[in-house]
């Protein structure tokens, strides 16, 4: 078992930065991939960032790409989402996600833990 908390969010003016964490219980953090994704209001929740369970490989959504970067230190059990030149369309609820048992990193079922999510709101 392991339980995700996400913290970091908040509003911010668009071209800001901001930095997610997501804490994470249990001995065996490096056994699991990591994901981000993330719901706007109305939408489906789509897929943001992944990283493998060393974190030597990570993957992108293209709608991120260059503006946001995965990185996470199994030593504190945490995965982080670092947030740059932010835009109103990155406004969601974000959530980090566990899976001991990757099939597909892009999808959300592949994930068998989640966190309780976290807002972000970015204005114009």
């Known amino acids: 078992q392991v339980q995700l908390v996400e913290s970091g969010g908040g509003l911010v003016q668009a071209g800001g930065s901001l930095r997610l964490s997501c804490a994470a219980s249990?001995?065996?953090?490096?056994?699991?991939?990591m994901g981000w994704f993330r719901r706007a209001p109305g939408k489906e929740r789509e897929f943001v960032a992944y990283?493998?369970?060393?974190?030597?490989?990570?993957y992108y959504a293209d709608s991120v790409k260059g503006r946001f970067a995965i990185s996470r230190d199994n030593a504190k059990n945490t995965v982080y989402l670092q947030m740059n030149s932010l835009k109103p369309e990155d406004t969601a609820v974000y959530y980090c996600?566990?899976?001991?048992?990757?099939?597909?990193?892009?999808?959300?079922?592949?994930?068998?833990?989640w966190g309780q999510g976290a807002q972000v709101t970015v204005s114009s």
């Open positions: 996600a566990a899976s001991s048992s990757l099939v597909r990193a892009t999808t959300p079922a592949s994930y068998g833990y």
């Open positions: 249990g001995r065996t953090f490096s056994s699991y991939a």
């Open positions: 990283t493998s369970g060393s974190g030597g490989y990570k």
